[in-house]
């Protein structure tokens, strides 16, 4: 909890949704749901409803690409439709448990903001899930939210926790 100008604010407070994901939707169901959500990033959750990992738009773009390409073919690659297509048509079907980060920095629904805001500065990860008691997920505190903090603490708004993005 932290008070911002009489304020009080939990990690509940701030927090935002968590869109979720099973560890068997596949690369394309994946894709699908981001753009439908208008999210960069979904929660993936094991069958017992238990996080199991986080998949990004950056995730989905590593796995289109060919593993075997060098980074200075990369950009070839993506400037001919046909070749991104084919790649993409490739690995359309891979379960997202084959490309999910697994490594998902938590914090626990009661914790404190600021220990959200080290957790993010010592990961380096602009994504954090928040777990209930029994490691279920609840939310996910973004970059969006862990910068309204500090603009809170600096007086830059009346209430920074309202009309997140996912940026």
Known sequence: MITIKEKSYSVEDIMRPAIFTSSTATLEETLQKMITERRNSLTVLAEDGTLMGMVN????????????????????????????????????????????????????????????????????????????????PVGILTRTELKQVIGATLGMCGDCFTDSDDK
């Open 57 to 136: 738009a950056i995730d989905i773009i590593k796995a289109v690409l060919p593993n075997y390409m060098e980074e200075s073919n990369l950009a070839a690659r993506f400037s001919n439709i046909e070749l991104l297509k084919e790649d993409a048509e490739r690995v359309k079907d891979t379960p997202v448990a084959d490309f999910m980060e697994t490594e998902v920095p938590t914090i626990k629904v009661d914790g404190n903001v600021i220990e959200a805001a080290a957790i993010a500065a010592h990961t380096g990860r602009g994504r954090i899930a928040v777990v209930n008691t029994d490691n279920k």
